[in-house]
């Protein structure tokens, strides 16, 4: 069975503190795919990252970076520098052998100014 | 260019009745999905399409759902006899070839069940 956990249902920083937006997945596939989509207030999930089972190189793009670990099954998220604008839910997907896209339930991040 | 378009934004309906939502995907995407959206949950897998076909159709709730996608384009969503529990907002998206690569998705149809 496939599955996604995300653990932290809502956090709340300070504008320009940094956030990590946590991600765990089960899979017994060996090539997978994993993902990463905001949903702002306006409802349209918004593309941010995939990445390939083979590929454990982290990404950094801008303010935001991914961690991803298979040895934990993790595939995390980090805004630096947070800002306002940043406020939404963050869905982490997980896509392996079959045509699924399993979400996990979100992560509202409320960022303060 | 053009993303996932999908109508009615907003659909209300009464508790019985049969509802159709369409999903427009992005030009030369083969692959579409449905979803399913409720209040404080992440997307549920509905349908798949591979062209004009339904290659995995195992989220479908039951068999008052229905989903067709005749020219391998634009795809409807059928809903019969329609119960309050069907309240939720219905996401499309759509993908180049569906081998794992990026799925877009459209701002949804919210339908409301009186």
């Known amino acids: 069975a496939q599955k996604v956990t995300q653990a932290q249902t809502e956090i709340s920083v300070v504008e320009k503190e940094d956030v990590t937006l946590d991600c765990v997945y089960e899979?017994?596939?060996?090539?997978?795919?994993l993902f990463w989509y905001k949903q702002p207030p306006s409802g349209e999930l918004v593309f941010l990252i995939r990445r390939n089972s083979f590929d454990e190189q982290n990404e950094i793009s801008g303010r935001y970076s991914w961690n991803f670990q298979k040895s934990t099954s993790s595939f995390n998220f980090t805004i630096t520098a947070s800002q306002v604008v940043d406020s939404a839910v963050y869905f982490c997907a997980l896509r392996g052998g079959t045509y699924k896209y399993i979400f996990g339930t979100g992560t509202r991040l409320k960022v303060l100014a | 260019g053009a993303g996932v378009s999908q109508t009615p934004s907003n659909k209300v309906t009464e508790k019985g009745k049969y509802v159709e939502l369409r999903c427009d995907p992005i030009s030369g995407h083969t692959a579409l999905y449905w979803y399913r959206q409720s209040l404080g949950q992440g997307p549920e897998f509905l349908i798949y399409?591979?062209?004009?076909?339904?290659?995995?159709d195992s989220g479908l709730p039951n068999d008052r759902f229905f989903a067709v996608r005749p020219e391998g384009s634009v795809s409807t969503l059928k809903i019969q006899r329609t119960e309050r529990g069907d309240s939720a907002v219905y996401l499309c998206?759509?993908?180049?070839?569906?081998?794992?690569?990026?799925?877009?998705f459209g701002p949804g149809t919210r339908l409301t069940v009186l």
């Open positions: 998206a759509s993908s180049i070839d569906g081998g794992g690569d990026t799925q877009y």
């Open positions: 399409f591979q062209g004009t076909g339904a290659a995995d």
């Open positions: 899979t017994r596939d060996t090539t997978y795919y």
